[in-house]
């Protein structure tokens, strides 16, 4: 089957720094996306792993192991307006072919003063 | 260069009634996917078209519909509407099927709600 877990909810403090992990077990892999939602807003792209280990873009960090089927998205630094959800994505591959995108129900941050 | 854009933004059908909901991909993209989000659940896999054809299809039934024309712009079509149709309808693009490593972009959706 496919699956993708993450946590439902976390609570970070400002200027700290949030880990939040995400698993999955799918019948192929192309890659793992990380996106940031503000409710009510589309989903905008944050960072695409595909091979193993640390991918960083700003204050924006994200860690693959595939052999684990094993995600982080590690957010530092944090400001109040990193207050979202965040969805964990694979790209699943059947066959010859990349597939579609099959997302995690995404962990809502709230960041507090 | 224009993103992924949808229409309607907001949309009010009646039970019973069939909507059709408007994606334009990113030029230059192929492929376009149509997402559900219902209030306070995750996204889920509505359709994949790629090059004009049906991909692959979620777990949804048949009164969802959709198409691709020629020049890669999509429709989704929800016939027979159901209250539990409410909902965020996302649709993304990518460059194609046989690129590798092809980040997906969203529109901004469009609300879909069914009184």
């Known amino acids: 089957g496919q699956n993708i877990d993450q946590p439902t909810e976390m609570t970070a403090t400002e200027g700290a720094i949030v880990q939040i992990n995400c698993t999955y077990q799918t019948s192929g892999f192309n890659g793992l996306f990380w996106y940031q939602q503000h409710a009510g807003e589309a989903p905008t792209f944050l960072s695409y792993n595909v091979l193993d280990g640390l991918e960083e873009k700003g204050r924006f960090s994200s860690f693959l192991s595939r052999s684990k089927g094993y995600s982080y998205l590690l957010l530092k630094e944090l400001q109040m307006k990193d207050s979202a959800s965040y969805l964990c994505?694979?790209?699943?591959?059947?066959?010859?072919?990349?597939?579609?995108?099959?997302f995690g129900t995404g962990t809502l941050l709230a960041v507090q003063p | 260069e224009a993103g992924v854009t949808q229409s309607p933004t907001h949309l009010i059908k009646t039970r019973g009634q069939q909507a059709t909901l408007r994606c334009s991909p990113i030029s230059g993209h192929t492929s376009v996917y149509w997402y559900q989000q219902a209030l306070g659940l995750g996204l889920q896999f509505l359709l994949w078209?790629?090059?004009?054809?049906?991909?692959n299809r979620g777990n949804f039934p048949p009164r969802f519909s959709g198409r691709q024309f020629p020049n890669y712009s999509s429709e989704l079509n929800v016939n027979a509407l159901e209250l539990e149709d409410s909902a965020l309808y996302l649709c993304a693009s990518s460059p194609g099927d046989r690129a590798t490593g092809n980040t997906i972009y969203f529109g901004e959706g469009s609300w879909l709600t069914v009184v």
């Open positions: 994505a694979v790209r699943d591959k059947y066959g010859g072919a990349t597939n579609k995108l099959i």
């Open positions: 078209y790629d090059e004009g054809e049906e991909r």
